[in-house]
């Protein structure tokens, strides 16, 4: 085993395993059981595995204090090179967007990320077209798929070798670009983009949602858990739809809401946790057309308080369609069997 981050020979799939990732204070407050190391060291095993009987030859895995890719190897036998990268020191999320440009940079064709949404924000934001296997290990999942880690190894590994082909098998996920006025570096969310009373980031994750303001969403359904589900509950929007909504909480009357029964209702906010939301206004968005939320109060993004507005100052979110390249698992599996199993229908070639 290496620990190299440089320019890598042969298709090569990247491994980003968020060791924060379903441990935050959600989970605590929601009764939720959190995520443990053993769980993300198994599943970064059997994505390896998975990357190289797909036809990867090299398998880059991000590098963290809770060293999960090292133990993650341990006694594994692959018939590939398998580099563990040097951790960044930030133990934030900033080490998965780290990571993520140096897979871009090192020719990395795939990339398999273990997270829930804000690992999958993370991934964009170091590498915005990255080919992306998003798999569900966070607190909340709207983004990310629930596969197996085998599977979604084999998948990157055959994208990787070019055994599955990448213009076909993939799509542009949708992205929501956020602009602080006046700041020189923008954000990016792939859920929603909310507005929360407050003054500081804090823990960053959003527990209490009796705080929310507003909220624009690019994914939006109604199996899912989170901010997103309460914009789900008045106006659904598919991964797969263009555009977004835009929601505004607050009391109103049952017209002002667009809603025939009523301006309350209720979501799933967090795993094991439904709250009342009273709802003031509902829009559909194009992609491209602009939201001005005004401070004061914090914008989260996927869920996490990130950019702090004070008084009088905005940012303007715009819901694009030009995000990560999600590879299609079934996909790709099925486009590399096709070429290694080329039988056909009984009878087929005679």
Known sequence: MNRAGGPVAGPAVGIVANPLAGKDVRRLTSGATPVSDA???????????????????????????????????????????????????????????????????????????LGGDGTQRDVATGWRAAPLVPLAVGT???????????????????VASGQANAAEVTSAAK????????????????????????????ARAIWDVASVNEIVAAIA????????????????VRRDEPGGVHVRLGCASAHAAGMQNGGSIRAAVMPGSYGDLDISHCERLRF???????????????????????????????????????????????????????????????
């Open 39 to 113: 769980v993300k060291i198994g599943a970064i095993r059997r994505a390896v595995v998975g990357a190289i009987e797909g036809g990867a030859e090299r398998v880059l895995i991000s590098g963290d204090r809770a060293r999960l890719g090292e133990r993650a190897l341990v006694g594994l036998a692959v018939d590939g090179h398998l580099d563990v990268l040097e951790p960044s020191g930030w133990n934030t999320g900033r080490d998965s967007q780290i990571a993520a440009a140096q897979f871009r940079d090192a020719g990395v064709k795939a990339v398999i990320a």
């Open 140 to 158: 909340n999942n709207v983004f990310p798929l629930q596969i197996e880690a085998t599977v979604a190894g084999f998948a990157a590994g055959a």
């Open 175 to 202: 992205i929501i670009d956020v602009a602080p006025q006046g700041r020189r570096r923008s954000e990016a969310a792939l859920v929603d983009v909310c507005l929360v009373r407050g003054a500081f980031v804090g």
């Open 221 to 236: 359904e109604p199996d899912g858990v989170g901010l997103s589900a309460i914009a789900a509950a008045v106006a659904p």
């Open 288 to 350: 491209g057309q602009p939201v001005t939320l005004c401070g004061p109060g914090v914008l989260t993004l996927d869920g996490e308080r990130e950019v702090v507005l004070e008084r009088g100052e905005r940012a303007q979110v715009t819901v694009n369609p030009d995000g990560p390249r999600v590879i299609d698992v079934g996909a790709a599996v099925a486009s590399a069997q096709r070429q290694r199993y080329p039988f056909g229908p009984a009878g087929a070639g005679r």
